[in-house]
T-cell receptor
Framework: DTEVTQTPKHLVMGMTNKKSLKCEQH?????MYWYKQKAKKPPELMFV???????INESVPSRFSPECPNSSLLNLHLHALQPEDSALYLC????????????FGSGTRLTVV | DQQVKQNSPSLSVQEGRISILNCDYT??????FLWYKKYPAEGPTFLIS?????DKNEDGRFTVFLNKSAKHLSLHIVPSQPGDSAVYFC????????????FGKGTLLTVNP
């Protein structure tokens, strides 16, 4: 299995909703990432988990809450989002460090209404 | 401040010809560079990478050249195929325990039949 699987593929949520994005990989990668990508912009790093511990938080607002239940799973809990949070949310994983290249999931297209 | 720059937002090439995508960087700590290809509504796919100790890496139709003194790299695709039409992101890594990739804004390549 050489894939990173993200669910759901599309999500529409209201500003008062609570939802979660899920990411799963079975490549034995020990680093997992959340990225946010707006249209015509490069991916922007949000969070990095290394060995199931949060190692980087790029000053992301607390309405985004990451969770790494085990080495294969990564969640992003969403609460009280704003319309400007609408974007493609990408999960990625890699071996230790980035020299082995990331593997990205297909992303979740999030629309906040 | 953009540390990785892709100054051409778009490039159009005829099928069978060479596509050359360029990337410049400013951070001399970057020591590993990657190219990603992204189709609409999909996550980026790793294409090819190069370490700063090399000046060229080749994989099939794809070759990446690195000029460290100029802080410039380029991706050559030859021959170009219509299926190569996508957005190409250049990314850089400063290695160590820093898991963060820095992405350029991307170049939209269109290969015309």
């Amino acid at each position: 299995d050489t894939e990173v699987t993200q669910t759901p593929k599309h999500l529409v949520m209201g500003m008062t909703n609570k939802k979660s994005l899920k990411c799963e990989q079975h490549m034995g990668h020990r680093a997992m990432y959340w990225y946010k990508q707006k249209a015509k912009k490069p991916p922007e790093l949000m969070f990095v988990y290394s060995y199931e511990k949060l190692s980087i938080n790029e000053s992301v607002p607390s309405r985004f809450s990451p969770e790494c239940p085990n080495s294969s799973l990564l969640n992003l809990h969403l609460h009280a989002l704003q319309p400007e949070d609408s974007a493609l949310y990408l999960c990625a994983s890699s071996q230790e460090g980035t020299n082995y290249g990331y593997t990205f999931g297909s992303g979740t297209r999030l629309t906040v209404v | 401040d953009q540390q990785v720059k892709q100054n051409s937002p778009s490039l159009s090439v005829q099928e069978g010809r060479i596509s050359i995508l360029n990337c410049d960087y400013t951070n001399s700590m970057f020591d590993y560079f990657l190219w990603y290809k992204k189709y609409p509504a999909e996550g980026p796919t790793f294409l090819i990478s190069i370490s700063s100790i090399k000046d060229k890496n080749e994989d099939g139709r794809f070759t990446v050249f690195l000029n460290k003194s100029a802080k410039h790299l380029s991706l050559h695709i030859v021959p170009s195929q219509p299926g190569d039409s996508a957005v190409y992101f250049c990314a850089a890594d400063s290695g160590g325990s820093n898991y963060k990739l820095t992405f350029g804004k991307g170049t939209l390549l269109t290969v015309n039949p």
